[in-house]
């Protein structure tokens, strides 16, 4: 199964809200949409999608994309 | 529906596991914890889901939360309320060596104060969660990681059972069970084919996949026992099917469980639709059961209203997809449903019994049909008013009385109105007639409403009906009836009905007939014929 791109979940997830996925500094907070609620379930579905486990403390620290990006890079996964 | 969501911990709203009740539903999370609002806000007048961890409880919270429900359910009697709720963590089981667990004391105190007030207020369903997720595993359900990041208890596979049996509840409270299944017979009641194998030869009974059978025979005995009305549609001889009903001694259904049946090489989708009809259902109360996947597209392309389940592949998993299937599962089984079952029987009894005898009227004279007049009073008035709404087929006028115009009516001096019971070898078929006769004129009556349920149709129960609503029309001075058949698409049958019975057509489309001359033959057919 071929994963799909971070910056396709985002597409999905926000469906319906103009933005630039690729934007430097996109994160958290971004737009009305993205709140904590919309954060967290992202987080969950990122970790569906690359099948990683984020900790507690990642939940709640990885607010931008670039954090999300690199923390999967840490477990050897290229978004 | 519009539902409101509130739960003791955290619910992960818009997680993907809520997608799928989203689509069918408009939901609303309000705020996190706000559970004990929600539950005594007087104007939340939305049907609400309220999601009980009972790990969420702290001491004392249990009461105030009972009360809060109290509050909910006397200020909302007509609005679902639906608790969802799952049993504390027993920690070691070995701390129930000697003792119960306190969880599970707790649950069980808890459950109990639920199941109270279910039997006080109809609005209340209960969904107990520790079954579910005993199917999955609490590993699977939960995840703690999500508790201490965002307060939420659930996985999101956990969300996604949670929502899923949401939705099947809420399903059930709109749309009923379905009431009839029809099964195929080979590799579906019995392994191997009959025509071939021969009655020694099917398995059915005894060890491996014949025991599977036959407990999936018993599993549909226990839904026929809860109202579900079983039939078969199979591609045999009829003479071997009738060998395995009557004979074979693996069979837990006997030829009396079944409502009707239809042997033959015909296609499965004409053969359904005449089972339905024969049983006077609409095809949205059937469910078809075939191992055969081709029988089960062809039934799902031809009549998408008939529910087929995607039978498990091995048999040894049947009876407990049937036992789980939530299409037939009911909120209660009353003694009426039981009884109803009985009158189905009865009724496909009588058209099987009927269809062998060339002396049509020689056999309804040997089952010793018998009506009666009841009056329509506030005992009797909701059955008739159900009559108005349901009959479709046998029904003259198609008038749908309310229960407040039918007792109205009946108030009005010179109204000749009665319901008929009738009952007959076959069984009681109970209220299944009405009339309505009002004044026109001096001298002069008019039919208003005269219908039958189609359960009890070819015995000439109309006859009898119009008959003695004439032997009461006479000491008033009615010499003369009039009526009109009003069609409705539904109605074809009662077309001819005012010819028939010696009507004459009148210039405006209406009908008009002498009492005198009004033709019942079939009144005599009952024990208590009256005398015209």
């Known amino acids: 199964m071929t994963k799909p791109r971070l910056s396709e979940i985002l597409r999905d997830h926000f469906e319906g809200v103009e933005f630039d996925p690729d934007a430097p500094g996109l994160g958290a907070g971004a737009f009305e949409a993205w709140d904590s609620f919309a954060h967290f379930n992202l987080l969950l579905l990122i970790e569906e999608a690359y099948a990683v486990r984020f900790s507690v403390d990642d939940m709640t620290n990885l607010k931008s994309v670039a954090e999300i990006r690199a923390a999967l890079a840490s477990q050897g996964i290229a978004a | ?532």
Not at chain 2, 31 to 50: F, H, K, N, S
Not at chain 2, 127 to 147: H, M, P, T, V, W
Not at chain 2, 274 to 299: H, I, Q, T
């Open chain 2, 1 to 532: 529906m519009e539902l409101r969501l509130t739960a003791t911990s955290g619910l992960l709203a818009g997680s993907r596991g809520w997608r799928g009740l989203a689509a069918a539903h408009n939901l609303d999370f309000g705020e996190y914890g706000d559970w004990a609002r929600v539950l005594t806000a007087p104007d939340e007048a939305r049907a609400l889901v309220w999601v009980v961890l009972l790990d969420d409880f702290g001491p004392g919270e249990e009461e105030v939360a009972l009360a809060a429900l109290d509050a909910r359910l006397r200020q909302h009697l007509t609005v679902p309320t639906l608790v969802t709720w799952a049993s504390a963590d027993p920690g070691s089981v070995l701390n129930g060596a000697r003792h119960a667990l306190p969880s599970r004391a707790a649950s069980q105190r808890f459950e109990t104060a639920l199941y109270q007030r279910a039997a006080q207020y109809s609005a209340l369903h209960i969904l107990c969660l520790d079954e579910l997720i005993a199917e999955s595993g609490k590993r699977q359900f939960f995840d703690a990681r999500n508790y201490y990041a965002a307060r939420a208890r659930l996985s999101v596979a956990g969300i996604d059972g949670l929502a899923w049996a949401i939705g099947q509840m809420l399903e059930r409270i709109v749309v009923p069970p379905r009431k009839l299944l029809v099964l195929d017979c080979d590799n579906t009641l019995w392994g191997g084919v009959i025509g071939e194998d021969g009655l020694e030869g099917v398995r059915l009974g005894q060890d491996g996949i014949g025991a599977a059978f036959q407990d999936f025979q018993r599993r549909l005995k226990i839904l026929a026992q809860s109202g579900v009305l079983l039939a078969i549609s199979s591609k045999n001889n009829p003479d071997d099917v009738a060998q395995m009903l009557d004979r074979h001694p693996g069979m837990v259904l006997r030829r009396a469980d079944f409502a009707a049946m239809r042997v033959n090489w015909a296609d499965k989708p004409g053969n359904v639709t005449a089972l339905a009809d024969e049983l006077g259902l609409g095809l949205e109360s059937v469910a078809f059961w075939d191992d055969n996947p081709f029988e089960r597209a062809e039934m799902r392309a031809a009549l998408p209203q008939i529910y087929v389940p995607d039978v498990p592949g091995d048999v040894v998993d049947w009876p407990k997809a049937l036992a789980h299937d939530a299409a037939f599962a009911r909120f209660e089984v009353t003694a009426e449903d039981r009884a109803k079952a009985a009158q189905y029987q009865a009724r496909a009894a009588f058209v099987a019994a009927s269809d062998g005898q060339l002396d049509r009227l020689g056999f309804l004279r040997s089952i010793g049909l018998n009506a009666q007049a009841v009056p329509i009073d506030a005992s009797t008035v909701a059955r008739a008013a159900q009559l108005c709404a349901k009959t479709n087929q046998f029904n003259l006028r198609t008038i749908r009385h309310s229960a407040a115009d039918l007792l109205a009516i009946t108030e009005e001096p010179g109204n000749v109105t009665f319901l008929t019971a009738l009952s007959d070898r076959f069984g009681d078929h109970g209220l299944v007639g009405l009339i309505i006769i009002r004044p026109a004129g001096k001298g002069a009556a008019e039919i208003d409403t005269l219908l039958l349920s189609c359960r009890v149709l070819g015995r000439y129960l109309e006859d009898w009906m119009l008959a003695e609503a004439i032997r009461r029309l006479q000491p008033q001075g009615v010499r003369c009836l009039r009526a009109a058949y009003v069609p409705t698409g539904k109605n074809g049958m009662m077309a001819s009905f005012l010819p028939d019975h010696g009507f004459q057509a009148r210039a405006n489309g209406s009908f008009e007939a002498d009492c005198e001359s009004i033709y019942c033959p079939g009144a005599a057919l009952y024990d208590q014929a009256p005398p015209v």
